[in-house]
């Protein structure tokens, strides 16, 4: 048995029964690392040390027979735009590439109190502006299941390393499909929670009304156990919904009996992978076949979705970004003449170009005599982008589409489109418009054997009813199960 392909909870079970120790599997996943690292390259910062001693940590207190929580001892990885105190946190941009925080994010407290054991920092979009993880000013990584193609974005790293097995579980964060995307193309599971169900404490903002924390995970099991962890109210973020968690394991029942799934029209549309749309609606038949009902629903607004979420975003980032300016923290250009010099040539010299052409149009939208007819009306779209699945979920419990349009395609097909790579967003992107909780999972794999992401969406705050389909789903299949082969390794 490898146990980095195990999900977490095997190996907590494991753990349990002292079939292994925390330090076996630490040095396992470790010296996984130091196998494929090289390849993947999902890693910013690798901590090494740290992570040995936590998983002595935890050796000895199974010893001393205490109980140890679902994560203890488990290694994992967090997206590096998670504040993670005394470790780096570049956000993939050279303008942090020094910046270490003198304090952790919320989501990092609520992990470090169940002692898991953290391996390191993961490669990203830089600032989480992109969907391949090619605009990282550290370099691209690459997909596990064919290291010619991209791992998909912003969180690219994170679902690399889950893929690769250099990671059991990982974070990451979504503004427009950053969590889902990436998982699709990874072959992983992948939820963005719904708006305000995690704090954002501590995480480097990039769209703050859109950006959300999640899992990334080898299993719907995994999902629902890490969620239990990192949701809540959190009174440092008052964005955090102020209500109850539930235990979400015990939404992990093989049921659908009389649940209605929603097709929408909108997202089965010309210009999608057929062998995409053929998976998805296969799996959509076999949950048909274990009592849902599917039912065809209309989300008219769809089209709209990627223009609204390009100007909103963007005017969201040019605010959060203004902050980096050479002053406070941060790197700065050293060969300035004056104050207003030395700001510019820092944001020049230390942004890289999707950060700059985001930073652009944000203040073009915001910009006196433009903002009426850009931002405001891309605010007024987004209401009905939202208004759209509120009536859908009048007749049905979840949604269910495509992640992506495609399966994860080759390493600078489309960097140099920032248009064509904008419309890969199609699938993702309006769920956080209307702040709603969405799901990745395996449901098949394209001829050239790159797996496809089905996408799970629900009411706001109905995580469980997600996670039941999306368990039932992976129940009556295998795909959970299968692994990348890293060209053999």
């Known amino acids: 048995m490898k146990l980095y392909e195990q999900p977490a909870h095997v190996l907590h079970d494991m753990l349990v029964n002292k079939e292994i120790t925390a330090l076996q599997l630490t040095e396992a996943v470790l010296a996984r690392i130091d196998e494929v690292e090289g390849d993947v390259k999902a890693y910013l910062t690798i901590t090494h040390d740290e992570a040995i001693a936590q998983a002595k940590a935890v050796d000895e207190k199974i010893a001393k027979g205490e109980d140890i929580s679902f994560l203890e001892g ?283 052409r985001r930073i652009m149009i944000g203040n073009y939208a915001l910009s006196a005599g433009y903002y009426d007819a850009y931002y405001l009306k891309a605010l007024k779209v987004r209401r009905l982008v939202k208004e759209d699945y509120d009536k859908a979920f009048e007749k049905v419990d979840v949604i269910i589409c495509p992640t992506a349009p495609s399966v994860a395609y080759k390493i600078g097909e489309h960097i140099s489109n920032p248009l064509e790579m904008y419309l890969q967003d199609a699938c993702t992107v309006p769920l956080n418009l209307a702040g709603l909780p969405g799901i990745s999972l395996p449901c098949g794999y394209s001829s050239s054997k790159m797996p496809i992401g089905m996408q799970i969406i629900g009411k706001a705050l109905d995580e469980e009813t997600l996670l039941r389909v999306a368990y039932t789903y992976e129940q009556s299949q295998s795909y959970h199960e299968d692994r990348a082969q890293l060209g053999g390794k």
Request: charge should be negative.
């Open 74 to 356: 488990i290694p994992g990885a967090i997206k590096d735009n998670i504040c993670t105190k005394g470790v780096k946190t570049t956000c993939a941009s050279q303008i942090l590439k020094n910046f270490v925080p003198p304090y952790n994010a919320t989501v990092m407290e609520k992990l470090n109190a169940e002692n898991p054991v953290i391996l390191g920092k993961v490669n990203l979009d830089e600032f989480a502006m992109g969907g391949s993880t090619e605009n990282s000013s550290f370099g691209v990584t690459h997909n596990p299941w064919n290291l010619d193609c991209v791992p998909g974005g912003s969180s690219g790293g994170s679902a690399a390393a889950v893929a690769a097995g250099t990671a059991i579980w990982a974070l990451g964060s979504d503004t427009g499909g950053s969590i889902r995307q990436p998982a699709s193309f990874c072959g992983v599971v992948g939820m963005k929670p719904t708006y305000g169900r995690v704090s954002r404490y501590g995480l480097v903002a990039y769209a703050s009304s859109l950006d959300q924390i999640g899992p990334l995970t080898k299993d719907v099991t995994d999902c629902a156990h890490i969620l239990n962890i990192i949701a809540g109210r959190d009174e440092m973020d008052s964005t955090s919904v102020d209500a109850a968690v539930p235990d979400y394991t015990k939404a992990l029942v093989k049921d659908v009996k009389g649940l209605k799934i929603g097709l929408p029209k909108e997202y089965f549309v010309k210009g999608m992978d057929p062998e995409v749309e053929g998976a998805v609606k296969a799996a959509v038949k076999e949950l048909e076949a274990q009592g849902a009902e599917v039912v065809e629903i209309s989300l008219p607004h769809t089209d709209y979705a990627i223009s609204t979420y390009y100007l909103i975003a963007p005017a969201e980032a040019a605010t959060n970004l203004a902050r980096y300016d050479g002053v406070s923290y941060g790197e700065r250009a050293e060969d300035a003449v004056d104050l207003v010099d030395m700001m510019t040539k820092t944001r020049s010299q230390y942004f890289g170009e999707e950060v700059k």
